[in-house]
Structure formats: structure tokens, C-alpha cells
């Protein structure tokens, strides 16, 4: 990859992709391709061909994150100054009963969290939620 190569980062607003931006902007990568989400849809596929049609570039970045949330006590069943996976702890949270749930995303509630703003609009939600 070299200096001027153009390099399409996806999810450059969140904090794992913001900090990509920057480490590559640092090390003097000159012609990084940003779009939000708003400019550039990924989920309507014949948009998405349309921008690699016109812009053409060389590399493409699909940084994506996602989110656990867990009570503290379910941290009980990691030995103290083990490395575990996520996966590895999942089945080890199933074996010992603890309760799991999916909140599938859906594109009508996407919200970047990387974005201070964005954060503070999903603690409205969850506060308006569990306050019924």
C-alpha cells in the first residue's frame, strides 16, 4: 500500500475507525475516501457499486464493532489473569446458567456510539425505555 493509494475506511466515525483514520493520516496515507453513513449507504447494494465505480479505490477498510453489555457478576467465571475470547466466555457464562440475550441492530436504529452525541442519545432511549 503506498502513500497516495485511495483507500475507502467504512466506519470512520466510530472509535475504532476514527483511530484507524488517524494512525493512516499519521503515517502520511493522503487519499483516504470517508463517507457516512447518511452520504453513503451500505446496505443499498447498487449504491454501493456506484461509488466503486467512480471513485475506484485501491483498498477498502468495513470497520464495524459491536457491543456487550453484561452484569458484573457474570465476570465471576474468569480466572484471574486468564485470557479469554469473547466466544470462550459466552459458552462459559451458558455452562454456569447465566441468562443471555441478542438485541439484533436494526437499520432504522443505527446509531455510531463513537460519537459523543450519538452515545448520549442512545442513554436517552435506554432511560426512556426502562422508565416505561
Known sequence: MNKSSKIFVAGHRGMLGSAIVRQLTAQGFENLLLRTHKELDLTRQAEVEQFFLKEKPEYDLLVNTGMYLMEPQILSVIQKGS??????????????????????????????????????????????????
Open 83 to 132: 485470557v479469554v475470547n469473547m466466544d470462550q466466555f459466552i459458552d462459559k457464562v451458558k455452562q454456569k446458567g447465566f441468562k443471555i440475550g441478542v438485541f439484533p441492530i436494526d437499520e432504522k436504529f443505527w446509531i455510531d456510539v463513537g460519537q459523543w452525541e450519538e452515545y448520549q442519545k442512545v442513554i436517552r432511549h435506554f432511560r426512556e425505555i426502562s422508565e416505561g
